[in-house]
């Protein structure tokens, strides 16, 4: 089957709505930005805390460790208050007729923070 005959909900053309980005990139993607306190010092992004698959991403300079901005990977969802990444995946996994213990291989298998089971159970 060509791309252009495919019944995909997917067009290569659109935009995705997530990106699964490895933590060694970001010091590829920041390596010319530099902070304005220590003209030499490099930028860094720390990923801290996992909340089902979403993640709180802060920019950060490595020297005097001020902090630029933050932001979480995934918006919540408005009625359940979950992180939307989750609710997918959760929603996804349920649908393949798969529980958290498939999510929790699914996680290791890519290297992030496997979402645990009372979360997934609320998604
Ligand atoms: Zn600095």
Redesign the pocket.
């Known amino acids: 089957m060509s791309p252009s005959t495919s019944t995909s909900p997917f067009c290569a053309s659109e935009k995705s709505t997530y990106v699964l980005m490895n933590n060694d990139m970001w010091f590829s993607f920041l390596y010319n930005i530099n ?4 003209d030499m ?1 490099p ?1 860094d992004v720390e990923c801290n805390g996992a909340y089902g698959f979403s993640t709180k991403i802060e920019l950060k ?6 902090i630029f901005n933050s932001v979480f990977s995934s918006p919540r969802d408005d009625n359940s208050k979950c992180f939307e990444v989750s609710k997918k995946l959760v929603e996804a996994f349920l649908k393949i007729g798969k529980g958290h213990a498939a999510l929790e291989l699914f996680s290791s298998a890519i290297g992030i923070h496997a979402m645990n089971k009372k979360t997934f159970s609320k998604c």
């Open positions: 902070c304005d306190e220590y010092c930028l300079c490595k020297s005097c460790k001020q």
